[in-house]
């Protein structure tokens, strides 16, 4: 190679940079922005509602979850707003060293003495990291999966319509997670993952025929578990399914959560009892400002108050998906049907759940429920969504 040729490949590379600079500097989508700015300020109004009376009953302060919550939601609008500014071809790189580092971390969570336990599981990594004594690794292992799937499957799209080479190696790692998750266990977590990597190989190319086969295979599965005594004979969650199909079988003892949402779903109304004024969170319903937030909501504004929240999620996820179809390349509209998939179907799963339509899992509904580090890793993964739409390409004119 001669000396001009070296040359003209030097400008030629300095020229990429500068166009993709000049890319990661169009404006942000502000619908998308505004709506998780929303999201998350109403779910600290409703977060200090449903917590107060515990938190005067634990700490004698009644501002004492909801002051730790805005805090972790001061810090993830700046990651947000940075990550936004961020071009996020640079989490290519990231990618292997996120999923591996979620496994291990899971892993750990395993290992007796650095696993906390509540309620019967073992969730909770017991190291000083982000959010104190105690976080949950699953949240970082939803962002591994988002990321190691975007980045490799956007550079093979052939191969994901093949078994061997397209698809096995993405069962395989959703396997390892779902191994890991189900001996904590935290079966939630774990039809999230499995959900979110499943649409990700769909839309990065994977056979309809393969997609028809898993749908009826996770039908199968489905049926197994909620309506034969599978779940009796192995002992897991198994009172669980019992409340699910009655949810008065053991008020008690057993199924007495679920009645309790029930409850404070129907003493909403249409209008609700108004902001503040909810019965049922009085030490009456369990985990009110954790998993069944959204009992507290319904009680306090009513059907059509949380319809109207419930709107505002579908206006999330339709706008997310709307900004992954206008991505630039694969990998931005992956990393956005990744997030957008995760935010959606985490929000479908904790509705559900609170509304009886489903048996409970334990999950966290997006922007409301208390836990700082999940705030805070949702709100980055929102400005990963934010930097794609940065580089979405300009309409053309007339």
Sequence with gaps: MTQEEKRQRLREKRHRARELREIARGPIDLPFLVLVLMLTVIGLIMLFSASFPSALNQYNDAAYYVRRQAVFAAAGVAAMLAMSKVNYQRLRGFATIALIGSMVLLALVLVPGLGYSEGGATRWLQLFIVAGPTYQPSELAKLGIILYFAATISQRKEKMRSFR??????????????????????????????????????????????????????????????????????????????????????????????????????????????????RQKFMFLPEEHNDFIFAVVCEELGYIGAGIILILFALLVIRGYWIAIHARDRFGALLAVGVTTQIGLQTFLNVAVVTGLIPATGIALPFFSYGGTALLIQLFEVGIVLSVSRQMPAPKAG
């Excluded at 001996?183 to 990700?200: D, F, Q, R, T």
């Excluded at 049926?223 to 969650?237: A, K, P, S």
């Design 165 to 278: 080479y397209g698809i096995l190696p993405y069962l395989c790692i959703l396997a390892v997670y779902a191994f890991l998750m189900l001996k904590e266990p935290h079966m939630s977590g774990c039809i999230l993952l499995l959900g979110i990597g499943a649409v990700m190989m769909v839309v990065g190319g994977m056979h309809w025929g393969w997609v028809a086969a898993g749908a009826g295979l996770a039908g199968a599965g489905a049926y197994m578990v909620l309506f034969t005594d599978l779940m009796e004979r192995i002992g897991y969650n198994s009172s669980r399914i019992k409340t699910w199909l009655d949810p008065w079988w053991d008020i008690q003892h057993e199924s007495w959560q679920m009645a309790q949402s029930l409850i404070a779903i129907g003493s909403g109304g249409l209008l609700g009892v108004g902001l503040g004024k909810g």
